[in-house]
């Protein structure tokens, strides 16, 4: 030990006997300040002492034999990037009267070459796409969102405008609940006349979702896709289901005879999914192929859908050819998550807040995961999730300068 | 040091590899039948080396020491805080959730500012004190768990170190959470260590500017040090560098949280940063990502919903790409709860359903009247019930079928709830023999089971049974009981 340091633990010494503790003992001092510049101790010294509570409480760490640097040590970062062997199809819903439909401004989903977003790799080719639900019925609505349709919901084909001039909906989807036969078993025809009604409504391409019972919605979707012969219609959904009940290849075949899409819905099991897609690729060109995965909303299970949306996108993009598909995801169902409008307690109010950010987050994580359609209904959950998309197609636009001093900046 | 090391990922990585570093004397004392059952677990993160106590003696330090190597994450674990009230943040072993369980949910911390009040004299007003109690007292249960926040950071808007100081102390003193200081003047920030001392802060942050005068506080305080490097991925790699080489260990990347226009370079160098430190083992990568949703409120003047709105919407964003540690503002319940919620699920193991056991559940005293209600063995589905069974305060049997933890929608449409499962599940409850009545409430999502389901329970010797459809939503199921319980006969043909 050198003298200084001698000296200094000599003076510890006499500070703790001052303070009527011995040298050697861990002891606490809560409350006392000590000026450690004033008694010209070295850090060694404290150390020594055991003193804990006193600062600077550790210098043991000035170890390092090497040669601290005295600038920045240069490091260059080069990402990791990657070649895909696959690709995801691109698809296009809707036809102009060129093109032997009536639709003003078909929409291109898919032809993602990297994971989503992954704009260090390449820029997607076309952007993720909303599309916004409407019913042919009265249906039940959380008060969120019922606020926004109440006066047309009776009247399908003014909703279905308000969505389209109000909300910016790119497609427009015509849930035609009212055919279940457990509802008001609608007929074919009558479900067909509603869909005319819309499609004279607005010009945005159309998805035709059915009730979920396989033979009906069979029914239904051949004779909507007779009707809307060249439109490019997507039909929302074939089922393994159909397929069991002996239905599915009216659809697909009508599908391919009046030139309309199909969407192949499965339920998060990608073994399944690749099943469906083949049986619709009897009659159906892949092109005209979209998949819905299952959507669950948060809170809900939304983590198995997220998981299983990475899962088929990389499987695609590594080779895949039966997961090259667009998929679309029900995110309306993030309302079936009763965080979304149940009455919690007023440390969680507002739920007209609340609610919309159900479905937003909910949107959000499947758009980080690769979805590329999405059929959503709170006007405010489709607005973030159009600047959103927006945003996230654009590279760069950071301003370092903006955050630079969040530390020390007064809100 | 080789920068570029490759390490073995959770796929490469073999339980062969590792039992042949094992003592492999099959000893037990680790509680597995055999070193290659032990293996396996360590491979799994579902044991640690330590409860090998044998490989802990001297002659098999080699092995030790490989093994920690081998085993040691991707993306490095880090502590901040001490004892009970420390979190750990990172210990990643992969990109990807499918690939592997993302270990160490991403802790939130909240700001208070040294020029806060500590007591606020209105309700507008923010406060210190106010603002931690927040924190601590923030509670959601959901399916059985407490969901809780973690953390306070405490920021110097004042730029006085002694103020600084001051507004610590008052937190340390307040709260046992862990903390994070930030300042980017080291002067600030050694005021604000001596106020914290023993409590480990995570010091925020090094920059460009000043990172030699803050790796010199690392050290000194010894504590966990991030590094700022707003959109400059070359500055970033760079410091980290720097760092390690001037002997800091625990280090944590911030390479900037853009609010609006930036979003899309947030998630870009987010990504591009895990994905470079996982698929390129690049070790002066392989640290926890921290995100800062807060900086929102210094980006576009807004009203304050819309802020939160944002902030709120970029966290679950930075939660699903890679974010291991979040700052955040706003402490609206709306804003938190799904952000809580998205972090408890994707931290999840992905490849088991959370369930529950497949029983019949008893709650409050049932008797031979009590009304008896079917539901799935999924967590989610059957902690719902649960909880409005409970706030409806009466006697029920709860039978739940093994659905292989899938919800009900899902349980039905993918036959993993059929009629001859349920039929089989309530012979096998012994249910019947506890009942004089023959009524099965069947969730609203299964209806379509209801005929099929009276026709199976014939089919297992229960004769006369009959099936009421329940509300789809079990928050109903109040109402149900009031129309429709005890049933008269003959109703429910």
Redesign the interface.
């Given at each position: 030990m050198v003298e200084k340091e001698k000296k200094a633990d000599t003076k510890l010494d006499e500070l703790l006997k001052l303070l009527g503790l011995e040298s050697g003992r861990d002891i606490e001092l809560e409350d006392v300040e000590l000026n450690i510049g004033e008694i010209i101790l070295d850090s060694s010294a404290l150390t020594s002492a055991a003193l804990?509570?006193i600062?600077?409480?550790?210098?043991k760490?000035?170890?390092?034999p090497?040669v601290?640097?005295?600038t920045?040590?240069?490091?260059?970062?080069?990402?990791?990037v990657?070649e895909y062997p696959g690709k995801i199809r691109e698809v296009t819903l809707g036809a102009t009267k060129s093109q032997g439909g009536s639709r003003g401004k078909p929409v291109t989903i898919g032809g993602a070459t990297t994971p989503a977003?992954?704009?260090?790799e390449q820029t997607p080719p076309n952007p993720p796409v909303i599309s916004v639900d409407v019913f042919d019925m009265e249906v039940t609505l959380p008060k969120a969102i019922r606020t926004y349709v109440e006066d047309v919901w009776h009247d399908t084909a003014a909703w279905a405008k308000r969505a389209v001039d109000q909300w910016g909906a790119k497609v427009l989807t015509i849930h035609l609940l009212s055919t279940d036969p457990l509802i008001k078993d609608t007929s074919p025809a009558e479900a067909t006349k509603t869909v005319e009604e819309i499609l004279q409504a607005v010009d945005v391409p159309l998805i035709i979702g059915g009730c979920g019972d396989p033979k009906k919605d069979a029914a239904v979707f051949s004779k909507v896709a007779e009707m809307a012969e060249g439109e490019r219609v997507l039909l929302s959904s074939v089922t393994l289901?159909m397929d069991e009940a002996g239905v599915l290849d009216t659809v697909t075949k009508a599908a391919a005879k009046y030139g309309h899409l199909v969407l192949g819905f499965t339920?998060?099991?990608l073994n399944r999914a690749k099943e469906l897609n083949r049986k619709i690729a009897d009659h159906l060109p892949e092109d005209d192929i979209l998949m819905d995965l299952?959507t669950?909303a948060?809170?809900?299970?939304?983590?198995?859908s997220?998981?299983i949306h990475?899962?088929a996108r990389?499987a695609a993009l590594m080779g895949d050819t039966e997961l090259q598909h667009p998929v679309l995801s029900g995110t309306t169902n993030a309302w079936a998550a009763?965080?979304a409008w149940?009455n919690?307690g007023p440390?969680?109010?507002?739920?007209n807040?609340?609610g919309p950010?159900?479905e937003?987050?909910t949107a959000?994580?499947l758009l980080?995961?690769g979805v590329d359609l999405f059929m959503m209904m709170h006007p405010d959950a489709i607005k973030?999730m159009q600047r959103?998309t927006q945003?996230?197609?654009?590279?760069?636009?950071?301003?370092?300068e903006?955050?630079?001093?969040?530390?020390?900046?007064?809100? | 040091m080789t920068e570029r090391e490759v390490k073995a990922g959770v796929k490469q990585l073999s339980p062969i590899d590792v039992y042949m570093l094992l003592p492999r004397t099959n000893c037990k004392e680790c509680g597995e039948a055999n070193c290659m059952a032990f293996a396996a677990k360590l491979v799994n993160r579902e044991a640690s080396l330590e409860q090998c106590p044998p490989l802990l003696k001297k002659e098999h330090e080699d092995s030790y020491k490989k093994l920690q190597e081998m085993l040691a994450p991707i993306i490095k674990e880090i502590t901040i805080g001490t004892g009970e009230h420390a979190v750990k943040i990172g210990g990643k072993l992969v990109m990807y959730r499918h690939e592997f369980t993302y270990h160490n949910p991403a802790p939130i911390a909240f700001d208070v500012t040294d020029e806060m009040p500590l007591h606020a004299k209105s309700s507008e007003e923010e406060a210190v004190i106010d603002r931690v109690k927040k924190v601590e007292n923030f509670l959601y249960n959901y399916i059985g768990r407490d969901l809780r926040l973690d953390m306070i950071a405490v920021r110097s808007t004042s730029n006085d170190p002694t103020t600084f100081k001051s507004a610590v102390e008052a937190v340390t003193k307040a709260t046992d959470l862990p903390l994070i200081l930030c300042s980017f003047d080291p002067s600030i920030m050694e005021a604000g260590l001596i106020a914290a001392s023993g409590r480990k802060p995570l010091i925020y942050a090094a920059t460009k500017d000043n990172w030699k005068e803050m790796a010199d506080l690392a050290l000194m305080y010894e504590c966990p040090l991030a590094i700022f490097a707003p959109n400059d991925l070359n500055l970033l790699r760079s410091l980290s560098k720097t760092m390690s080489e001037y002997g800091v260990e625990d280090l944590v990347l911030d390479p900037g949280t853009f609010p609006d226009e930036g979003v899309s370079a947030t998630i870009n160098n987010f990504t591009m940063v895990r994905r470079t430190a996982c698929k390129s083992g690049d070790r002066l990568l392989g640290f926890p990502l921290i995100g800062t949703p807060i900086t929102t409120w210094f980006g576009e003047k807004a009203p304050k919903e819309t802020l939160a709105w944002k902030e709120a919407y970029l966290a679950s964003m930075l939660m699903s790409r890679y974010a291991d540690i979040l700052i955040m503002r706003s402490l609206d319940g709306w804003v938190q709860l799904p952000t809580v919620i998205w972090r408890f699920n994707i931290y999840t193991d992905p490849r088991k359903p959370v369930s529950v056991d497949p029983q019949l559940y008893e709650f409050g005293k049932p008797n031979e009247m009590s009304p008896v209600f079917l539901t799935t063995n999924y967590a989610l589905t059957y902690f719902t019930v649960e909880s409005d069974l409970k706030s409806f305060g009466g006697d029920y049997y709860l039978l739940v079928a093994d659905t292989e933890g899938i919800s009900v929608e899902s349980a039905v449409a993918g036959r993993y709830l059929t009629a001859e499962k349920i039929a089989e599940a309530v012979k096998n409850s012994g249910v019947a023999e506890k009942i004089k009545h023959k009524y099965l409430i069947l969730p609203g999502m299964a209806a379509r089971l209801s005929g099929e389901t009276e026709e199976e329970l014939k089919n297992v010797g229960l004769h006369g049974w009959r099936v009421i459809v329940g509300p789809r939503d079990s928050s109903g199921i109040a109402k149900l009981l009031n129309e429709k319980w005890p049933p008269k006969e003959g109703e429910e043909e």
């Open positions: 804990k509570g600062t600077p409480p550790a210098m760490a000035a170890a390092p090497s601290k640097p005295t920045i040590l240069e490091a260059p970062f080069t990402p990791f990657q977003f992954y704009l260090f289901d339920a998060l099991d299952t669950a948060l809170g809900y299970g939304l983590e198995y997220f998981t990475e899962r990389m009763r965080e149940m919690l440390e969680w109010e507002p739920r807040l609340r950010l159900w937003t987050v959000l994580s980080l995961a973030t959103v945003q996230l197609m654009t590279k760069g636009e950071a301003k370092p903006n955050i630079a001093n969040w530390v020390s900046a007064r809100i | -």
